[in-house]
């Protein structure tokens, strides 16, 4: 489970930053991060407008909704392990 989410945040910053730093679309390495976490991120398009800075050469888009979904999944993984906590009665050793 922390593997699947370890990955899902690493994908979402990946995307994030590269939306930051406005990478082209025309490599393939951007093209799959942004097909595979568009999917991830779909429940939370529309929420917040995205914001964009024009350089000269690229632009530079904040995705609130990469964010969002940053966060959302954080706390749904934290409510699934806690549920799964109490209804196998283990205990967490602090």
Excluded: N
Excluded at 27 to 50: A, D, N, Q
Excluded at 63 to 83: D, Q, R
Aim: no cysteine; net charge positive; aromatic share 14%.
């Amino acid at each position: 489970m922390y593997f699947f989410f370890g990955a899902l945040e690493i994908l979402l910053t990946f995307r994030l930053i590269l939306k930051l730093l406005g990478a082209s679309i025309i490599s393939s390495f951007v093209t799959f991060i942004y097909g595979l976490s568009g999917i991830i991120i779909m429940p939370f398009e529309g929420i917040f407008r995205r914001a964009v800075s024009q350089g000269i050469e690229t632009a530079s888009v904040l995705e609130p909704a990469t964010i969002v979904a940053m966060i959302v999944y954080a706390i749904l993984l934290w409510g699934v392990i806690k549920l799964y906590r109490l209804l196998s009665g283990k205990q967490q050793v602090s």
